[in-house]
């Protein structure tokens, strides 16, 4: 009997100890995503998030979550949100650690190179002159002109996608703009 109830006991020490899960970076969540929703993705993929930041792949994560979620769904216990709206948050904050953990250099580079570009519209957004939707789009023109100073949004984005003349530009570094523009309020 002794035995049993040392037994019980450690089991019980083992499964309340809780897990160091990652949360979702709100910057890699997708823009119709609200607050309720990444933290249902944060109390069922937690401890994935925190597998990919120690070299977990990127396809076994997905695979991993996409299940969680969809016997989540099928069970009632997403908080009323839609199996899709729940791996799409998770699916970025997936792809942004995987790309954290092969490519931490290239964050620890960037994220001055982005700050200096965008501090005009960080400055604005945090004086109020302009919503957070307005700091996004302008911070991304302001990066596509960081590599082609006479791209002018008004004029490609009236274009037929087929004939736009936008920049190649790494998407991380509009990640790092949406992270710096978040930080700033």
Do not use: H
């Not at 002794?2 to 019980?12: A, D």
């Amino acid at each position: 009997m002794k035995k049993f109830v040392v037994f019980l006991v450690l089991i019980t020490m083992f499964t309340t100890v809780g897990v160091n899960a990652s949360e979702v970076p709100r910057e890699s969540a997708p823009c119709n995503a609200t607050n309720e929703a990444i933290i249902v993705v944060e109390s069922f993929i937690g401890d994935i998030l925190t597998e990919v930041q120690n070299g977990m792949g990127y396809a076994d994560a997905r695979a991993k979550s996409n299940r969680i979620f969809f016997n989540a769904w099928l069970n009632g216990q997403t908080s009323g949100f839609s199996y899709g709206e729940l791996v799409d948050i998770a699916n970025n904050a997936i792809w942004q650690y995987r790309d954290m953990y092969l490519r931490p250099d290239f964050y620890a580079n960037n994220l001055e190179k982005v700050r200096v570009i965008i501090t005009p519209v960080i400055e604005d957004y945090k004086s109020g002159k302009i919503t957070y939707t307005e700091a996004e789009f302008n911070a991304r023109a302001k990066i596509y002109q960081s590599v082609n100073p006479n791209f002018n949004p008004d004029v490609e984005y009236m274009k037929d996608s087929i004939y736009r003349d936008i920049p190649s530009v790494d998407n991380s570094l509009f990640i790092l703009a949406r992270k710096l523009i978040l930080e700033s309020k």
